[in-house]
């Protein structure tokens, strides 16, 4: 099964999370007029736990790519900013229950990121054009905050752009 794979707007992605993007956002100066400040980009939750700020580096995978893992957050949320200007993949499915049906693939565009609402199923990050850094604010604390799934082989769905 190919899965298309969609360009990510705030409006087709607000199931699954929030679009981290200063186009079209609200701002307002800070530092005597020298700074603009894109505030409140994304709804971070880590309940009652704390907020972990990491960098990933992530090696781009082989296309076209077959979605054998998926993986939520059911305690807080996760976001993901790239420190580089280039787009990656975002596979998701909406919390609850894992539904294959319900797999939905977005490209981001270079310097957007995205944060996954708790209990959204995402495949981990999907580099494209090389080695790529990406800045994760995620939940830490009592509890177990990921659950991975392994896909059926004859559900698995496919990937390429």
């Given at each position: 099964m190919r899965l298309p794979v969609e360009a990510l707007t705030a409006e087709a992605f607000r199931p699954f999370g929030d679009v981290i993007s200063t186009e079209g956002r609200d701002w307002f100066s800070i530092n005597n007029g020298s700074t603009q400040r894109f505030h409140d980009l994304a709804q971070v939750t880590v309940?009652?736990?704390?907020?972990?700020?990491?960098?990933?580096?992530?090696?781009?995978?082989?296309?076209?790519?077959?979605?054998?893992?998926?993986?939520q957050h059911p305690l807080g949320s996760?976001?993901?900013?790239?420190?580089?200007?280039r787009p990656f993949l975002v596979v998701v499915a909406p919390p609850g229950d894992y539904d294959n049906d319900a797999l939905r693939c977005f490209i981001?565009?270079?310097g957007e990121g995205v944060n996954y609402h708790p209990g959204v199923w995402h495949h981990p990050v999907i580099a494209l054009q090389g080695e790529s850094d990406f800045l994760v604010v995620d939940r830490g604390g009592e509890g177990n905050n990921c659950i991975e799934i392994t896909v059926d082989e004859a559900c698995q769905h496919s990937v390429a752009t």
């Open positions: 309940g009652d736990g704390r907020a972990l700020i990491s960098i990933f580096r992530a090696t781009p995978l082989a296309l076209p790519l077959r979605i054998a893992l998926m993986e996760q976001t993901f900013v790239p420190l580089s200007p981001t565009r270079p």
